[in-house]
């Protein structure tokens, strides 16, 4: 028998790697088990499909916009005055619950609709919130004039108010609170 050359044999070697098949490697999104795909095509550990979801079809009406739910039943519109408020005094809910000595998540349940505060509450998250009750307890936009009233009594803000239509939500509200601030130590100073 004749030794084989290193040139005869590679051919062989190299077909035999295209024959191998080709396993592909998955991660599984439930329980981010990295492993190779099944033939049923479910995760070894949780039995979960590997195959990404096909995106659903939405329909045509649904991209139309409706009013938030809040804006139907007609009642105190609580939970969206306390979410406008902190987001305008620059707070966290962990920082509301601080101020007011609540868990955090009393204050998520509030916002989301998911509980309706006490009187007793209601007196504290006004109170953290710098405002009078009835603030909590108005539609947002007769919150919004109030509030601008306020401000716009002193001739300074009077002043600088016809400047802020050039600005934007985010530039107003951070410059609302920058106001917000001063006035307060101003009053503070004075007491």
């Given at each position: 028998?004749?030794p ?6 590679q ?23 990295v ?5 049923t ?10 195959l990404?979801?096909p995106?659903?079809?939405q ?24 979410r ?9 809910q ?5 101020r007011?000595?609540?868990p955090?998540t009393?204050i998520?349940?509030?916002e989301?609709?998911k509980?309706?505060?006490?009187l ?6 006004a109170?953290a919130?710098?405002?009078?009750i009835?603030a ?14 306020v ?10 108010a ?10 107003k509200?951070?410059?609302l ?15």
């Amino acid at each position: 028998m004749a030794p084989v050359s290193a040139l005869e044999v590679q051919p062989e070697a190299e077909s035999f790697e295209r024959e191998l098949p080709q396993r592909e490697v998955l991660r599984c999104e439930a329980c981010k088990l990295v492993q190779f795909r099944t033939a049923t095509d479910t995760c070894r550990r949780c039995k979960k499909s590997l195959l990404p979801e096909p995106p659903k079809a939405q329909p045509a009406i649904a991209l139309v916009l409706e009013p938030a739910a809040e804006a139907h039943d007609g009642g105190p519109q609580v939970a969206a005055a306390v979410r406008d408020l902190r987001h305008v005094r620059n707070l966290s809910q962990r920082q509301l619950a601080a101020r007011m000595g609540v868990p955090r998540t009393y204050i998520s349940k509030i916002e989301n609709g998911k509980a309706m505060p006490t009187l007793s509450s209601l007196d504290r998250l006004a109170r953290a919130l710098q405002v009078d009750i009835s603030a909590l307890l108005r539609d947002a936009p007769t919150r919004h004039r109030d509030e601008s009233a306020v401000l716009l009594t002193d001739p300074f803000l009077a002043e600088i108010a016809k400047y802020t239509a050039h600005l934007t939500s985010t530039q107003k509200s951070i410059f609302l609170n920058h106001v917000r601030e001063l006035s307060q130590s101003r009053n503070r100073r004075m007491a």
